[in-house]
């Protein structure tokens, strides 16, 4: 082996190595570069102006220049009462999707993990899902939840259940409403993930486990859950922040309403910066989000590091 | 393992209900879209269309211009996928074979975007391409979309390097081969196939992307599908729910076609990015 590979696998390269290696790492460079510079001007450098932009009175279309105003918006943000029922509302999203999203993903997960028939289907099926636009699937289930014409009403009708509600606008019934469409969008993904963590599992252990006499609640505690640990966490974890920073699906089911009752934070910030030209204190909401989405990701890092030592 | 009989069968009931779950809400759709504007006005819809018609379709095209939308999704699809493969496999490469400073901050990039709410990315981005004059066409969504399908793309292709026993690099460094010769000539085409599948969900991604598309493009010229489909809707509650339906169906054909060939290397790909070596 060369000095440049022995350098290169060692991080940095050691002191005595220099000569041949140099060249290499232009060539890195150049490789990297075509990547690293719309990152930079595209994703880096607009989060930090965005960051930035929260502590000034930016506005769309006005003439006077832009100043600076400290955490002015912050202290705004903080009486808003409106915010905050906004953000309760995203959490309480997040919280009601990702929660039964991995709870039926997961059992749907174990099944397509046993040797039934028509396992096939299931899988072409959750295909649906996933590969659809957000827009179609808002769509869609506005079709289904249709107070005339949707079929959940006709077969509320038909099982002489009553005479079935407007769903999407109840007052009551547009929350639970659009979770069950996160839940829906997002089930796919999450069974292919710990489909793949479940078949990892070794099944020696489960067979031992087995011929112990452990029945299936015990064997899914000791054997499958430890092993599909990580995964889990990884997964929620992301699902979590997807669906808190969801937009497209809620947008075309209600546009975030009746009367706000589904105005996810992201609806709220998008109309604040886009409809009413406020930047800055749009920009102060999205710090906020991402301060909360930060916390939760520490958190989970840490159980994360707790969980396996070597990470 | 045996499982007994009782068991079987409520596991079979189980996954039943799971797969009208799934697919109730499209045989909905499709339904619909097939079904005449008398049978979507009455008061008890059936499940499947009792004269299936066309209209809906021809309708559908006469009250928005889908094919423009198309078009407009076709070339900020395409451009961004190609774009985001051409830049990312060097860019993964280098992330994959050196533990440098750059490559883990790049993968501390990949992680911490996912977690970016786009509110707080969207404002700036609007006065950035504002400033390029980007703003308003498809070129700076071309451009967003890239940038957007990145994380996902390295990910990716980071496992499928990892995958390419570097003791292939190292004999072609043996015999003279420079960096890029190796690059183009030994792993470009061993990464082929994931390259490809990458590309296709970058297509994917930008295909059904809405909300950047919503707040960038404001001529109805330029906008992209997704973003004309919310035309259909109009005002509360009122929307022609036929074409609606006829029109989302089309818009969601090509992501079902393009993602039901590639779903098996994407899962394999997202688990490979996953593994730490």
């Given at each position: 082996?060369?000095?440049?590979?022995?350098?290169?696998?060692?991080?940095?390269p050691?002191?005595?190595?220099?000569?041949?290696?140099?060249?290499?790492?232009?060539?890195?460079w150049?490789?990297?570069?075509?990547?690293?510079?719309?990152?930079?001007?595209?994703?880096?450098?607009?989060?930090?102006?965005?960051?930035?932009?929260?502590f000034?009175?930016?506005?769309?279309?006005?003439?006077?220049p832009?100043?600076?105003?400290?955490?002015?918006?912050?202290?705004?943000?903080?009486?808003?009462?409106?915010?905050?029922?906004?953000?309760?509302?995203?959490?309480l999203w997040a919280?009601?999707?990702t929660?039964?999203?991995?709870?039926l993903?997961?059992?749907l997960a174990?099944?397509?993990?046993?040797?039934?028939?028509?396992?096939?289907?299931?899988?072409?099926l959750?295909?649906i899902?996933?590969?659809?636009?957000?827009?179609?699937?808002?769509?869609?289930?506005?079709?289904?939840?249709?107070?005339?014409?949707?079929?959940?009403?006709e077969t509320?009708?038909?099982l002489?259940?009553?005479?079935g509600?407007?769903w999407?606008s109840?007052?009551?019934?547009?929350?639970?409403?659009?979770?069950?469409?996160?839940?829906?969008a997002?089930?796919?993904?999450?069974?292919?993930?710990l489909?793949?963590?479940?078949?990892?599992?070794?099944?020696?252990?489960?067979?031992?486990?087995?011929?112990d006499?452990?029945?299936?609640?015990?064997?899914?505690?000791?054997?499958?859950?430890?092993?599909?640990?990580?995964?889990?966490?990884?997964?929620?974890?992301?699902?979590?922040?997807?669906?808190?920073?969801?937009?497209?699906?809620?947008y075309?089911?209600?546009s975030?309403?009746p009367?706000?009752?589904?105005?996810?934070?992201?609806?709220?910030?998008?109309?604040?910066?886009?409809?009413y030209?406020?930047?800055?204190?749009?920009?102060?909401?999205?710090?906020?989000?991402?301060?909360?989405?930060?916390?939760?990701?520490?958190?989970?890092?840490?159980?994360?590091?707790?969980?396996?030592?070597?990470? | 393992?045996?499982?007994?009989?009782?068991?079987?069968?409520?596991?079979?009931?189980?996954?039943?209900?799971?797969?009208?779950?799934?697919?109730?809400?499209?045989?909905?759709?499709?339904?619909?879209?097939?079904?005449?504007?008398?049978?979507?006005?009455?008061?008890?819809?059936?499940?499947?269309?009792?004269?299936?018609?066309?209209?809906?379709?021809?309708q559908?095209?006469?009250?928005?211009?889908?094919?423009?939308?198309?078009?407009?999704?076709l070339?900020?699809?395409?451009g961004?996928?190609?774009?985001?493969?051409?830049?990312?496999?060097?860019?993964?490469?280098?992330?994959a074979r050196?533990?440098?400073?750059?490559?883990?901050?790049?993968?501390?990039?990949?992680?911490?975007s996912?977690a970016?709410?786009?509110?707080?990315v969207?404002?700036?981005?609007f006065?950035?391409?504002?400033?390029?004059?980007?703003?308003?066409?498809?070129?700076?969504?071309?451009?967003?979309?890239?940038?957007?399908?990145?994380?996902?793309?390295?990910?990716?292709?980071?496992?499928?390097?990892?995958?390419?026993?570097?003791?292939?690099e190292?004999?072609?460094?043996?015999?003279?081969?420079g960096?890029?010769?190796?690059?183009?000539?030994?792993?470009?085409?061993?990464?082929?196939?994931?390259?490809?599948?990458?590309?296709?969900?970058?297509?994917?991604?930008?295909?059904?992307?809405?909300?950047f598309?919503?707040?960038?493009?404001?001529?109805?010229e330029?906008?992209?599908?997704?973003?004309?489909?919310?035309?259909?809707?109009?005002?509360?509650?009122?929307?022609?729910?036929?074409?609606?339906?006829?029109?989302?169906?089309?818009?969601?054909?090509p992501?079902?076609v393009?993602f039901?060939?590639?779903?098996?290397?994407i899962?394999?790909?997202?688990?490979?990015?996953?593994?730490?070596?």
């Amino acid at each position: 082996m060369t000095l440049a590979t022995a350098g290169k696998r060692s991080g940095r390269p050691a002191p005595g190595t220099r000569g041949p290696g140099r060249p290499v790492d232009r060539g890195a460079w150049f490789l990297v570069l075509p990547a690293l510079i719309p990152i930079l001007v595209l994703s880096v450098g607009p989060l930090l102006y965005g960051i930035a932009l929260a502590f000034t009175d930016a506005q769309s279309g006005r003439t006077e220049p832009t100043q600076w105003i400290g955490t002015l918006n912050f202290q705004d943000l903080l009486y808003d009462t409106l915010f905050w029922d906004s953000f309760r509302i995203g959490l309480l999203w997040a919280v009601g999707v990702t929660v039964p999203q991995f709870l039926l993903a997961l059992g749907l997960a174990l099944l397509l993990n046993e040797e039934l028939r028509l396992r096939w289907l299931a899988r072409a099926l959750a295909i649906i899902p996933w590969a659809m636009p957000e827009v179609v699937v808002g769509i869609m289930w506005r079709l289904v939840y249709n107070p005339d014409a949707g079929i959940l009403n006709e077969t509320i009708r038909d099982l002489g259940l009553g005479d079935g509600r407007d769903w999407l606008s109840g007052l009551a019934t547009a929350l639970p409403a659009v979770i069950v469409v996160g839940i829906w969008a997002g089930m796919p993904q999450t069974t292919v993930v710990l489909l793949a963590g479940l078949q990892n599992t070794p099944r020696e252990l489960h067979e031992a486990a087995a011929m112990d006499g452990a029945g299936a609640w015990r064997r899914f505690r000791t054997v499958t859950w430890p092993a599909l640990k990580p995964v889990a966490l990884a997964v929620t974890a992301l699902n979590f922040i997807w669906n808190f920073n969801s937009f497209a699906l809620v947008y075309v089911l209600t546009s975030g309403g009746p009367g706000g009752r589904t105005r996810l934070p992201m609806l709220f910030a998008y109309e604040e910066a886009f409809r009413y030209g406020q930047f800055g204190y749009a920009a102060a909401m999205g710090c906020v989000m991402v301060a909360v989405i930060s916390v939760i990701l520490a958190l989970q890092l840490v159980g994360r590091l707790r969980g396996d030592g070597d990470a | 393992m045996r499982t007994s009989r009782r068991a079987r069968a409520g596991q079979y009931a189980a996954l039943l209900a799971y797969l009208v779950f799934l697919a109730f809400p499209f045989l909905w759709l499709v339904s619909t879209a097939f079904k005449p504007p008398r049978e979507l006005a009455s008061l008890h819809p059936t499940w499947l269309p009792r004269d299936p018609t066309l209209d809906n379709f021809r309708q559908a095209f006469d009250e928005q211009p889908l094919l423009r939308a198309a078009a407009n999704s076709l070339v900020a699809a395409v451009g961004a996928a190609l774009i985001a493969v051409l830049i990312a496999t060097p860019m993964a490469y280098v992330m994959a074979r050196h533990r440098t400073r750059l490559a883990k901050a790049a993968t501390g990039w990949v992680v911490v975007s996912q977690a970016f709410p786009f509110v707080l990315v969207i404002i700036p981005l609007f006065l950035v391409l504002k400033n390029l004059r980007l703003i308003d066409s498809v070129g700076g969504l071309v451009m967003v979309y890239v940038v957007w399908a990145l994380p996902f793309a390295l990910w990716m292709l980071v496992g499928y390097v990892r995958a390419v026993p570097a003791e292939l690099e190292e004999a072609a460094a043996v015999d003279g081969a420079g960096r890029l010769r190796t690059l183009v000539s030994i792993i470009a085409p061993l990464l082929a196939p994931g390259i490809v599948a990458t590309g296709l969900f970058a297509f994917i991604s930008a295909w059904n992307e809405f909300f950047f598309a919503l707040v960038l493009l404001k001529t109805p010229e330029k906008q992209t599908l997704p973003v004309v489909l919310t035309h259909f809707l109009g005002a509360e509650g009122v929307a022609d729910l036929g074409p609606l339906a006829a029109a989302a169906f089309l818009a969601t054909l090509p992501s079902l076609v393009v993602f039901a060939l590639i779903q098996k290397r994407i899962t394999g790909g997202m688990l490979a990015g996953a593994v730490k070596s």
